[in-house]
């Protein structure tokens, strides 16, 4: 990104080391939600939707805070809450910011068969590129995680990580707006030593003793990353699954089925060419003097 | 026009009506479509296809609705055909001597009726495939319908329908090659519908001794 043309490589008529070799510098991206500092303000919902300039759309009400039931192709960035209720009976309000997780190994990607419509850039983002779009809907069944929606025009949308923010410096909209710092954004080695900071804090002194940080190791690892109280019960925070990864049907179709199918494919149709200079045709002899068939049986 | 196969006056026998040659293109020209749509859609090697084609939307869109003329086409075959594609006690036989079959060795193989017992694996491997490639395909046309919850059916889809378009391709690869290059004569037969009596005595003795009586009835 904006950052990999800061690194030099190399230097034309240049004497001696480069400079700045041997530095390595990260440019994997990061968001880190901290659910236990959150208090559903949605202001990340709000400022989603100015930045990518989709109107506030019709929400539905169903005895929750919850603006709506799951992301929609035009609303990219959705709190869920959970009223919780805790072994010893007590209640605790759960609530995670819910998005696209730019997943390190992303099932939409491998299950796209539109080329260039899905982007896995160096720095960990996952974007879709509309115009390449198909419309095929397959990025809905590859994600784990519910998060590819169709437009009305059935092309598939979702949360960019504002890839335009990014690219040029700037943080996302959603971090720029969070009121309480509960949102953090930086490389993915700084968010992941805060989020272990912050859950080891949560275990020794806020009385979580499962507090720990989400960050699935089943798809390679995310470049949205959680803190919650209870890493033990991610389900409760709406839907989060424990072992994402990509389904294994996908991963079937892509792999395996895909080298036997067009091994098969590729040997029927040389099979059937080398049938033809071993045996020929049938050819039926006019004359009736071709002998019938079981006939002599 | 007969909907019945029958001899004709010049030492041919129509071996295809108009009505089955018919539905047998309307099945044949919309698999080639959905075959050359469905590759392009199963390797980014053959994307390409899809772009020839009018581009790769407009074959995904078009992909689901001859998916559908397929599936009609499928229907009034099994209308016209399913009770002579039944499989009979003779076809162990014939499938027990296959070998000669293969090797063109056609005095030791058993005679056949209007359809050999390959013609009904065909028949019956599209059918059932078809079927299943029929509701899978409405799963992958309407995957926003299919809520999080029951997202197997998705996720099955996926593998099924794959699976069972390599199982028509197979069928389909031995059909064209049977049907062009390998039968002499039956290429024709389901253009123009006829056959000489001497292809019809050759490949499908039984089914065109039992035509002569009919027709001897007849007088």
């Known amino acids: 990104m904006s950052q990999a043309s800061t690194e030099i490589v190399r230097i034309s008529g240049h004497a001696g080391t480069v400079p700045g070799a041997g530095i390595n510098r990260e440019f994997q991206v990061c968001k880190l939600v901290d659910t236990t500092t959150c208090i559903g303000c949605k202001a990340c919902e709000v400022a989603c939707l100015e930045w990518n300039g989709y109107p506030f759309t019709a929400t539905s009400f169903a005895n929750s805070y919850q603006t709506m039931p799951e992301t929609a192709w035009n609303y990219w960035n959705l709190i869920k809450f959970n009223e919780h209720e805790r072994p010893d009976g007590t209640m605790m309000l759960l609530m995670r910011k819910d998005q696209c997780m730019h997943c390190e190994d992303p099932g939409c990607l491998a299950a796209c068969p539109a080329e260039a419509a899905i982007v896995q850039y160096a720095n960990g983002i996952v974007d879709f590129q509309e115009a390449h779009c198909i419309g095929c809907g397959y990025c809905m069944t590859g994600c784990p995680f519910n998060i590819p929606k169709f437009s009305p025009a059935r092309k598939v949308f979702k949360c960019t990580l504002c890839n335009d923010r990014v690219s040029q410096g700037l943080e996302p909209a959603c971090i720029k707006a969070c009121p309480t710092g509960c949102l953090h954004f930086g490389t993915k080695s700084e968010m992941k030593e805060l989020a272990e900071t912050r859950a080891k804090q949560l275990r020794d002194y806020s009385g979580f003793p499962d507090a720990g940080v989400y960050d699935p190791a089943g798809v390679g690892g995310t470049h949205v990353i959680y803190v919650l109280h209870d890493a033990k019960n991610t389900e409760a925070y709406g839907g989060l699954p424990e072992d994402p990864h990509i389904p294994w049907s996908v991963q079937l179709w892509k792999k395996p089925l895909k080298w036997i199918g067009n091994f098969g494919m590729i040997a029927g149709v040389v099979g059937v060419f080398v049938h033809y200079l071993r045996f020929g045709p049938k050819v039926v002899k006019e004359d009736g003097t071709q002998p019938s068939p079981g006939v002599s049986k | ?219």
């Open chain 2, 1 to 219: 026009m007969s909907r019945e196969p029958y001899l004709l006056p010049n030492g041919r026998v129509l071996r295809y009506t108009f009505r089955e040659r018919l539905v047998h293109w309307s099945a044949g020209a919309s698999y080639v479509y959905l075959l050359l749509t469905g590759l392009a859609f199963w390797s980014p090697w053959l994307y390409w296809i899809a772009v020839v084609l009018g581009g790769p939307t407009i074959s995904r869109e078009l992909h689901a609705w001859f998916g559908l003329v397929f599936s009609v086409a499928v229907g009034l075959m099994y209308d016209m055909w399913a009770g002579q594609m039944k499989e009979t006690p003779a076809d162990k036989a014939w499938w027990a001597a296959i070998k000669h079959y293969i090797r063109n060795e056609d005095e030791q193989v058993p005679s056949a009726d209007r359809f050999n017992p390959g013609q009904k694996l065909l028949f019956w491997g599209f059918f059932w495939n078809g079927g299943l490639l029929l509701i899978s395909g409405l799963i992958l046309w309407f995957p926003q319908f299919i809520p999080w919850n029951v997202r197997a059916l998705r996720l099955a889809a996926v593998l099924v329908h794959p699976i069972c378009a390599l199982f028509t391709i197979a069928l389909f690869i031995i059909h064209v090659y049977m049907g062009t290059a390998m039968e002499r004569g039956a290429f024709g037969s389901v253009i123009r519908g006829d056959v000489s009596r001497a292809w019809a005595d050759t490949h499908h003795h039984t089914w065109y001794q039992q035509l002569l009586r009919n027709s001897t009835a007849r007088k």
